[in-house]
């Protein structure tokens, strides 16, 4: 790497190599405004995947060969001081966009210190690597699970936060976001956007990259999606005793290349003037679709069948859940474009072409 590459103004993206993180870098690099800026990747890959024979995560790959455009990438936890001062130190970050958590909210109950460890020491270690540094900046992954269970629907910011949690993973994501509050009480040089995402799903348009699962999946769609390209026998509806249409939960199901543009309109306001403080913002669609209106789209998109059998509700699930997005558009002239038919149609480009995720590609 030479100087003059590295010294060029730089977007550090810790967790950049799961699922929503490789969908916002392949944003920034498709984005012609974006080209002024050096991507750089900072992950562990406890939840993603690199192949014995290739340096870099196997999304981020595709993504510098989709993009003709070069990734940064270090193999790093964010609760490595030394590791992150190093980074900070070698390229000119201006921003931090930090996706990088543990995410999975039943394990969390099992493993709450392993939860607290990553996603809050990792959160302030990094923190402190960015004050250190100057960096400022930042943008968020938070969750509408801060929320918890909904007062009233549809959910907008001013909602109060971290009652009745269920779960150490939803607290992680509430705790953070007071310890961001605090940061930017202590000292107004920080720009804070909390970007509280509904349910992430879909792929991007192309089918190359998608959402890969360890293990048998924790959410909805790629449990789907996984039934319909034959890998698992049946989904499990938990619950359809709901007050919702059909008695299954309702969502707000957001494309997750939308969800991606949410970050690169969130990095722009930093050149507003005047702009700072902490700022939380729901990026969803404002449309909720429950269980059985998902099976319904994804098996018109794909032409399979998916099997399914109602069970009993799952521990902490509320019944419905869906956002008013208006300040997004207000705030950053985002809002979400894609459809239902599209989230489904490229979960099924994706998953049908890799039915084993990127040990496919
Ligand atoms: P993901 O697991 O696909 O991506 C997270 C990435 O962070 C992974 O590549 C993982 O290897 C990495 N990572 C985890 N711990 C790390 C550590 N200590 N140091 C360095 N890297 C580490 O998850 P995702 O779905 O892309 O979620 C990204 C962020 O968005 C997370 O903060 C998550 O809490 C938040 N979020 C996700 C959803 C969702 O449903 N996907 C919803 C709301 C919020
Ligand atoms: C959606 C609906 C289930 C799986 C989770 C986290 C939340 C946020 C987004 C990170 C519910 C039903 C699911 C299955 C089912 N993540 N379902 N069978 O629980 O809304 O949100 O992801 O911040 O914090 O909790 O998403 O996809 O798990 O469930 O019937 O096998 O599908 O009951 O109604 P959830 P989900």
Redesign the pocket.
């Known amino acids: 790497q030479d100087a003059e590459t590295i010294m060029a103004p730089a977007i550090l993206v ?2 950049g ?5 490789s969908h916002t870098v392949m944003s920034l690099l498709e984005r012609s405004e974006s080209v002024e800026f050096e991507i750089v990747v ?7 995947y690199r192949s014995d024979d290739q340096k870099k995560p196997e999304p981020l790959r595709i993504i510098e060969e989709m993009t003709g455009k070069k990734i940064h990438f270090y193999e ?4 490595d001081r030394e590791g992150l001062n190093k980074i900070f130190a070698a390229h000119s970050i201006e921003c931090v966009i930090h ?5 999975a909210v039943g394990e969390s109950v099992e493993k709450p210190l392993e939860y607290y460890q ?1 996603n809050i020491s ?1 959160t302030c270690t990094l923190f402190e690597a960015m004050r250190k540094h100057g960096v400022y900046k930042l943008v968020y ?3 509408c699970t801060v929320y918890g269970e909904p007062e009233k629907l549809p959910l907008d910011e001013s909602h109060p936060t971290g009652q009745g949690l269920a779960s150490p993973y939803g607290r992680s ?1 509430f705790f953070c976001e007071e310890i961001m509050k605090d940061l930017c009480r202590s000292d107004p040089k920080w720009m804070v956007i909390s970007l509280r ?1 509904f ?2 799903v879909g792929a991007h348009h192309s089918g190359r990259i998608g959402e890969d699962p360890t293990g048998i999946p924790n ?1 909805l769609m790629p449990f789907i999606s996984q039934v319909a390209v034959g890998r698992l026998k049946e989904l499990l509806v938990f619950g359809n005793d709901y007050p919702t249409i059909d008695g299954t939960g309702v969502r707000d199901y957001i494309h997750v290349e939308d969800l991606a543009e949410g970050h690169v309109k969130a990095i722009k306001l930093f050149k507003q003037p005047g702009f700072s403080g902490f700022h939380a913002v729901n990026l969803g669609t404002g449309t909720g679709y429950s269980v059985l209106q998902m099976v319904a789209a994804f098996e018109r998109a794909s032409g399979r069948r998916v099997p399914l059998r109602v069970t009993g509700r799952r521990a902490g699930d509320v019944a419905a859940n869906y956002a008013d997005v208006s300040l997004a558009l207000r705030l950053l002239g985002w809002r979400a474009t894609r459809t239902l038919a599209d989230m489904c149609r490229h979960t099924w480009a994706w998953q049908s072409a890799h039915p084993q995720g990127f040990r496919d590609c």
Request: hydrophobic letters at 35%; zero cysteines; a positive charge.
């Open positions: 810790t967790g190599a799961g699922y929503v993180g900072v992950d562990n890959l406890t939840n993603a790093l936890d964010i609760r996706f990088a958590a543990l995410k990553a990792g992954s938070s969750s994501k995402y349910n992430p959410n």
